[in-house]
C-alpha cells in the first residue's frame, strides 16, 4: 500500500534522477556545439603561448636580420617574407611578433598551400551554421582568431586567384564577411605572409595578384640561404645536436673533417635539412666523436658524400696499444706472427711431399715457431695453416665449421677490440669492416668492455 510518505519519497527521487540526466544532456551537448565551432587545430593556436625559437648565427646576414627585425616589429604595417623553403621565415614571423606591440595577442599560422581550395575560405574566414552541406555549426576564421595579434599568411604564393581577390578586400577594408552571413565583423589583426616563389615573375605571368602584392609588401624581408653562410653551420649544428640528444647521453662531437665538409655541402634544404642531418646522427652515434669516414654512404646526402669521396681517407693507425702477456688471447701469437714476421719465410709448392719438407727444412724457423713434430704427413699444408691460426687439426669425425668459423671471428675481433682500447672506428679499419656492422657483431657476440 502506498502512503503518503511513500509518495514523497518516490517523486523526490525521480526528481533528483531526472535533474541529473538533464545536466549530463546539457554538458554532452555543449561539448558537441563547442567542437562544431572550432577544429581541434585553432583551438590548440588561439590558446598557444608563442616561445619562439632563437635564431641562431653570427654571420653578418644573420646580425643584419636581427637588426632588421627589431626595426620593423613596432610597425602594425604587412610584412612580406621572402626566401627558399627551410630557411627560417616562420621564425622570423614569431620573432616580429613577440617584439611588437601585440606580444600578447595570438599569433595564428596558416599555410595557404597545405589546405584544399574548396576548405580554404571557410579556414580563412569562417562560417555560420548551414551555410554549407556539413556546416551543422558555427565556426571561427582564422582571421577572426587572430582579432588583436597576428595571422601569419604561409606560402601565400599558392593561394588561387578568387581567394587573392577576397583577401585583398579583407586587407583594405579590415573587416571579414563569413560564409553564410550577411553581416562583416571588423578585425584588428597585423598581416605577415611569406614565400618561396618569384612574386614578381608570377604577376607577370598572371599567377598573382599586382595589387595583392602590393598590399602585402609594404615591409619586405629576405631571408638568407645557409649555403651564404657556412660560417653559422657550427653553431647550427651544435644546437641541434643538444636538441635532438637522447635521455642520459652527451651530445655528438663532430670532427674537425666533418664539420668541414657539412661546411663545404650546399644545402638544398637549408636549416630543415640540417635539423634532419642532426637528428639521425644524434639517434645513431649519440655521445661519440664522429669522424667523417665512420658514416656509412647511404647514410649521408648525396652531395656530402660526394663531397666525402673527393677528400683521401687518413690511413690506419701507426701504432695501436699493445697487450701484455696476462691479456693475451689464445691464437695471439700464431696471429702476431704471421701479420708481422721479423723474417720473410720462403713459400713452398702445395704439391710438395712431406718428406721433402720435414727433411730438408728441419731448420726452417717458421716451423721450429710451429712445431714440426706435430705436422700430419697426410694434409701438411692445411696442418701447417691451423697450428699457425691457433687451430686443432681437423678429427677422423669432421667438425662444424659454422661453429669453427664464428670462434675465429670472435677471436679476431675481441684481439681488435683490445688492441686498439676499444676505439671502435680503429677496430672497424683494422678489420676492414663498416663501422655499423662491428658494432652489430659486439652487440651479437656480447663483448664487454672490462
Known amino acids: 500500500m502506498w502512503t503518503i510518505e511513500k509518495w514523497h519519497k518516490y517523486h523526490i527521487r525521480y526528481f533528483v534522477v531526472s535533474l541529473a540526466s538533464l545536466i549530463q544532456i546539457n554538458h554532452k551537448v555543449s561539448s558537441r556545439l563547442d567542437c562544431n565551432t572550432r577544429s581541434p587545430s585553432i583551438r590548440t593556436t588561439h590558446s598557444m603561448t608563442l616561445t619562439p625559437h ?8 644573420m646580425r643584419s636580420t636581427r637588426a632588421l627585425i627589431q626595426t ?6 604587412s610584412v612580406l617574407i621572402h626566401g627558399e623553403s627551410g630557411t627560417g621565415k616562420e621564425l622570423i614571423a614569431q620573432a616580429l611578433h613577440a617584439q611588437g606591440p601585440r606580444k600578447s595577442g595570438p599569433f595564428v599560422p596558416i599555410n595557404c598551400g597545405a589546405i584544399p581550395r574548396e576548405l580554404l575560405e571557410s579556414e580563412l574566414f569562417g562560417h555560420r551554421k548551414g551555410a554549407f552541406t556539413g556546416a551543422v555549426g558555427e565556426r571561427m576564421g582564422r582571421f577572426e582568431m587572430a582579432n588583436g595579434g597576428t595571422i601569419f599568411l604561409d606560402e601565400i604564393g599558392d593561394l588561387p586567384l578568387d581567394m587573392q581577390v577576397k583577401l585583398l578586400r579583407v586587407l583594405q577594408e579590415r573587416q571579414i564577411e563569413p560564409l553564410g552571413s550577411n553581416k562583416s565583423v571588423p578585425i584588428d589583426v597585423r598581416v605577415i605572409a611569406a ?11 598572371h599567377k598573382f595578384r599586382e595589387d595583392l602584392y602590393y598590399r602585402l609588401n609594404v615591409l619586405p624581408v629576405r631571408t638568407s640561404p645557409l649555403r651564404e653562410r657556412p660560417e653559422d653551420i657550427p653553431e647550427l649544428m651544435a644546437f641541434f645536436l643538444a636538441k635532438f640528444t637522447p635521455t642520459g647521453m652527451k651530445p655528438l662531437v663532430c670532427a674537425d673533417n666533418l664539420m668541414q665538409a657539412l661546411q663545404r655541402y650546399p644545402w638544398p634544404g637549408n636549416i630543415r635539412e640540417l635539423s634532419n642531418i642532426a637528428d639521425r646522427f644524434s639517434a645513431l652515434y649519440a655521445g661519440q666523436s664522429l669522424d667523417l669516414f665512420d658514416i656509412p654512404e647511404w647514410l649521408l646526402p648525396k652531395g656530402l658524400a660526394a663531397i666525402r669521396a673527393e677528400i683521401p681517407a687518413p690511413p690506419p693507425p701507426a701504432d695501436l696499444p699493445r697487450r701484455t702477456a696476462s691479456e693475451a688471447v689464445p691464437g695471439d701469437a700464431a696471429m702476431q706472427a704471421l701479420l708481422e714476421p721479423t723474417e720473410a719465410v ?16 728441419a731448420q726452417d724457423p717458421a716451423l721450429t715457431i710451429l712445431g714440426a713434430s706435430h705436422i700430419d704427413e697426410g694434409n701438411p699444408v692445411e696442418d701447417v695453416i691451423r697450428l699457425a691460426m691457433g687451430m686443432d687439426p681437423l ?25 686498439t682500447d676499444w676505439n671502435v ?9 663498416q663501422r655499423t656492422t662491428l658494432i652489430e657483431k659486439i652487440n651479437k657476440y656480447g663483448f664487454k668492455r672490462a
Request: charged share 25%; proline share 8%; no cysteine.
Open 395 to 419: 678429427l677422423p669425425e669432421g667438425i662444424s665449421l659454422r661453429d669453427k668459423l664464428i670462434d675465429i671471428e670472435r677471436s679476431y675481433i675481441e684481439q681488435a677490440l683490445q688492441r
Open 346 to 361: 720462403p713459400l713452398r709448392p702445395v704439391s710438395a711431399p712431406m718428406v721433402h719438407v720435414a727433411a730438408n727444412d
Open 195 to 205: 614565400t618561396h616563389k618569384d612574386l614578381e615573375k608570377d604577376i607577370a605571368e
Open 72 to 77: 620593423l616589429a613596432p610597425s602594425l604595417s
Open 54 to 61: 632563437p635564431l641562431i648565427g653570427q654571420s653578418e646576414a
Open 425 to 433: 672506428s680503429q677496430t672497424a679499419r683494422i678489420l676492414s669492416l
